[in-house]
């Protein structure tokens, strides 16, 4: 019987030629990233060479990554401090891919790592941050793990004890139509699948709205697939994954493209039409509460966010520039912009995005995570209602458990921004 | 034998269990005054001390979704409840497992609060109400992290294995 992708990625870490589902493995990592709960790794790191004579040093200090965007600049001096013996690590360390509060080189760990050219295809990626399944999108088996099983992997360089996922293979035919896309398509399927649909699963996502789609939004539809619960949302490496690699990440090697066998077994199918699809919201307080927009137009919101490492890249700064350019935010509403990463900000500041929203009335913001988990800015007055471009609408979410948040694309953030409502983008532009 | 002294529903997420605006806090010796802090009542008796060490927690499908925040395990293993829930999430069940976590995987589990359930073998009784509910076992590959007292000790052993 043939693998699917994620069974070929595994047999490969764990140098075999076959793995099959619910087999128990070790794969070696590739990449091992944490942002602010690196503190909390390194704590326990140290604790497992407790009693032992053994010198407690990483395995490979170029396959770790530490970036700070949880809480940038700190907000507080126990995340100062933090950071600050995290630095003290890293030097220490001498870890290779440290990404500090910096205007050049800093960001949100899930734009950070493909931008950098850190993720390749074909390679495990693991990463304190449920988000980590991302990195789906260049290929590589990417995902989320606790503080205490990154200590294990930092003092290993390997999972212990992983059970080969099942698959469902999700399939995306058809051409979105215009200001709809990559998250419209997340959220459908997260609607379709419900929260815990994926759970201990893999998502293997195929079809020509996969294959037409460029890698910034693919990074959207694996970023959310742990929205449905799933371990991993995996995009076999094609043509666009090279010319991102290359063109975006400055990766100049070549690759061994791997893909899942014609027979291989999936546990499910999905398909998905995407023509038919229309702006979709998530609403409160279930990322599975999906409803198409025309079910909640008119909805009043105080607060739009357009950012984090869902939705900050430059192309959906972009839309939402050259939706609202000359126009205003409306004054019964006001907007947030987080860009994902400081490259992205500089580019969409040359491009003159940036400039555009702000003269609109939106306040840019340092790139981070702050609103989206409600650890930084951008907290909800009681009983407020906010429309974000992120990943998460559970209660309590963006800093308030008596407010409400719902979720959707950037088209729709932008397009709302001038009503104060949910409004439909299609044909405001 | 131990009380339901909290029931949840189904996709109860880690932003619930641990809210975000406390993930500054993250040794486990701390984390756990922040246990469902958005229940003032609960969160009350939690740090009251009201609630007895071997307490169950009884929960839907899902328990855990969201985020990889460990706070959210470290927090409840502080206070020695045990989760009794229909299904975890991944990333919350395997931190649950290599802190020690007492977790049980019980998919028909059917308890009130102030229900007394006593775990026998792979049987969760459900003494009140005079019902029986088969427990799921944990696949061995993550038994043998508990059984090693958790991920720590299991690693520690591996290491003294491979290099010592």
Redesign the interface.
């Known amino acids: 019987m043939g693998m699917t992708y994620v069974q070929k990625v595994l047999a490969k870490a764990c140098g075999k030629d076959s793995v099959a589902v619910g087999d128990v493995v070790e794969p070696k990592v590739d990449l091992a990233m944490s942002h602010e709960n690196g503190a909390l790794v390194m704590t326990q790191f140290q604790e497992i060479y407790k009693g032992t004579t053994l010198e407690p040093n990483v395995w490979n200090p170029d396959n770790i990554a530490i970036i700070f965007d949880h809480r940038v600049p700190a907000e507080s001096a126990k995340t100062a401090t933090n950071q600050k013996r995290l630095r003290g690590f890293v030097g220490d360390q001498k870890i290779g891919k440290f990404h500090d509060v910096r205007g050049d080189e800093g960001g949100i760990c899930h734009q950070i790592l493909p931008e950098m050219g850190y993720v390749r295809p074909g390679t495990v990626v693991v990463g304190t941050d449920s988000h980590t399944t991302t990195h789906g999108a260049l290929g590589a088996f990417a995902f989320g793990i606790g503080a205490t099983e990154m200590a294990a992997v930092w003092a290993l360089g390997k999972v212990l004890n992983v059970e080969v996922p099942g698959t469902i293979r999700v399939v995306v035919n058809g051409q979105f139509q215009e200001l709809v896309g990559a998250k419209d398509l997340i959220l459908n399927l997260i609607g379709k699948i419900t929260a815990e649909g994926g759970n201990f699963k893999v998502l293997e996502f195929h079809g020509e709205a996969i294959k037409n789609m460029p890698t910034s939004g693919r990074l959207v539809v694996s970023n959310m697939s742990v929205e449905a619960g799933a371990t991993a949302g995996m995009m076999p490496p094609d043509e666009e994954t090279l010319r991102y690699l290359k063109e975006e990440a400055g990766v100049d090697e070549s690759f061994e493209l791997m893909a899942p066998d014609a027979d291989a077994e999936y546990d499910r199918v999905v398909e998905i039409n995407a023509s038919e699809l229309a702006p979709q919201i998530a609403c409160p307080h279930r990322v599975d509460n999906i409803k198409p927009i025309d079910e909640v137009l008119g909805t009043h919101v105080d607060q739009i966010v357009i950012g984090s490492c869902t939705n900050g890249r430059l192309d959906d700064i972009e839309i939402a520039a050259s939706i609202l350019k000359g126009k205003k935010v409306d004054r019964s509403t006001r907007m947030l912009i987080f860009p994902a990463s400081w490259r992205i900000y500089r580019r969409a500041m040359r491009e003159g995005y940036l400039a555009d929203l702000a003269d609109a009335g939106a306040v840019i913001c340092n790139p981070g995570c702050g609103p989206c988990l409600g650890v930084h800015q951008g907290a909800l007055g009681d009983k407020e209602v906010a429309l974000a471009t992120t990943n998460r609408n559970f209660k309590g979410r963006m800093g308030n458990p008596m407010a409400e948040v719902h979720l959707c694309s950037p088209a729709v953030a932008a397009a709302s921004a001038m009503t104060g409502t949910i409004t439909d983008p299609r044909g405001v532009r | 034998m131990s009380k339901v002294v909290y029931k949840v529903e189904?996709?109860v997420?880690t932003?619930?269990i641990y809210?975000?605006?406390y993930?500054?806090?993250?040794?486990p010796t701390e984390t756990p005054q922040f246990a469902f802090a958005?229940d003032d009542a609960f969160n009350g008796k939690l740090k009251a001390g009201e609630i007895p060490a071997g307490s169950f927690i009884v929960a839907g499908?899902?328990f855990g979704?969201?985020?990889?925040?460990?706070q959210a395990?470290s927090c409840l293993k502080g206070h020695e409840v045990t989760i009794v829930a229909k299904?975890f999430?991944?990333?919350f069940l395997?931190?649950g497992i290599?802190?020690g976590l007492p977790m049980v995987i019980c998919p028909d589990v059917e308890a009130d609060e102030g229900d007394e359930l006593a775990l026998e073998g792979n049987v969760l009784k459900n003494v009140t109400k005079g019902t029986e509910f088969a427990v799921t076992a944990l696949?061995?590959?993550?038994q043998?992290?508990i059984d090693a007292g958790?991920?720590?000790a299991?690693?520690?052993a591996?290491?003294?294995k491979?290099?010592?």
Do not use: K, W, Y
Request: include cysteine; hydrophobic fraction near 35%; glycine fraction near 8%.
């Open positions: 189904d996709d997420s932003d619930i809210p975000g605006r993930m500054a806090t993250v040794l958005d499908q899902n979704c969201g985020s990889s925040r460990e395990a299904h999430a991944r990333i395997q931190n290599n802190l696949p061995p590959a993550r043998a992290i958790g991920l720590i299991f690693t520690r591996r290491l003294l491979e290099q010592g």
